[in-house]
């Protein structure tokens, strides 16, 4: 059982950064996957970023390629997401996801855990 907390959310003006973090909880968060999923107002949950079990390797969704960047610190069972250069249509609820399996994943059905989310709005 993996437990996950967001933070770090806010109203920020478009070009600014805010950094994301998901906190786990339970013995096994180093042998995860975990991703990050956002959800606007009146659209469907999309996959933003992934991260594997140690770190080492990561994928983006396209629009925000060179923009956002996943870590994590498995020593504090902590997963990040810097976002930078933000633009309005960043604004949605963020979510991080745990998985056991390989990846990268993108769907977030492949997902057993969920946080509650985070809040990012960005004004023009």
């Known amino acids: 059982q993996v437990q996950l907390v967001e933070s770090g959310g806010g109203l920020v003006q478009a070009g600014g950064s805010l950094r994301l973090s998901c906190a786990a909880s339970?013995?096994?968060?180093?042998?995860?996957?975990m991703g990050w999923f956002r959800q606007a107002p009146g659209k469907e949950r999309e996959f933003v970023a992934w991260i594997d079990w140690s770190g080492g390797s990561t994928y983006y969704r396209d629009s925000v390629k060179g923009r956002f960047t996943i870590s994590r610190d498995n020593a504090k069972n902590t997963v990040y997401l810097q976002v930078n250069s933000l633009k309005p249509e960043d604004t949605a609820v963020y979510y991080c996801a745990a998985n056991p399996k390989g990846g990268p994943l993108v769907d977030g059905r492949d997902y057993d855990y969920w946080g509650q989310g985070t809040q990012v709005a960005v004004s023009s």
């Open positions: 339970g013995r096994t968060f180093s042998s995860y996957g």
